[in-house]
């Protein structure tokens, strides 16, 4: 329906929502797609939850590529949606290699080259973000 991508489409403007619950909704490829779009264009969500949908490998593939742009994002919860193809899963960790903010990505990957790609970025993010929280103490 046209309301629920209206919903995608709001974020892309919206400067105040911090954080999205959107689970158990059956959102589909369609809404996630037209949500990653509104992605690119947001400067304040920093926690995502779109747990327990039904959003396949386009709409997955599409939200973790618009964190090459998005710069506040911090958290992303995806698992319990559709499978993801084993082809998709190994482009993953190609989109997360420019992120330096997520450091909490929740997804339900098969491969175990991708989930340990996964992981190894969001432990460097994690310590970067760990190094600037404390310059940003030592300066004040």
């Known amino acids: 329906p046209v309301e629920i991508l209206k919903t995608a489409e709001s974020f892309a403007t919206n400067g105040h929502v911090k954080k999205v619950k959107m689970s158990g909704l059956r959102l589909d490829d369609h809404w996630a797609i037209t949500f990653a779009k509104s992605l690119n264009t947001n400067a304040a969500i920093e926690q995502i939850?779109?747990?327990?949908?039904?959003?396949?490998?386009?709409?997955?593939?599409?939200?973790?590529?618009?964190?090459?742009?998005?710069k506040t994002i911090t958290e992303l919860l995806l698992r319990q949606n559709k499978s993801i193809e084993s082809a998709d899963e190994e482009k993953i960790p190609g989109p997360l290699?420019?992120?330096?903010?997520?450091?909490?990505?929740?997804?339900?990957?098969?491969?175990?080259?991708?989930?340990?790609s996964i992981d190894k970025k969001l432990r460097q993010n994690q310590e970067l973000r760990r190094k600037r929280r404390l310059q940003s103490q030592s300066r004040h």
């Open 49 to 70: 939850d779109l747990e327990s949908n039904s959003i396949g490998s386009p709409g997955m593939l599409a939200i973790i590529t618009s964190l090459t742009t998005n």
């Open 97 to 116: 290699s420019e992120n330096e903010t997520i450091v909490k990505l929740s997804i339900d990957v098969r491969s175990v080259g991708a989930k340990s």
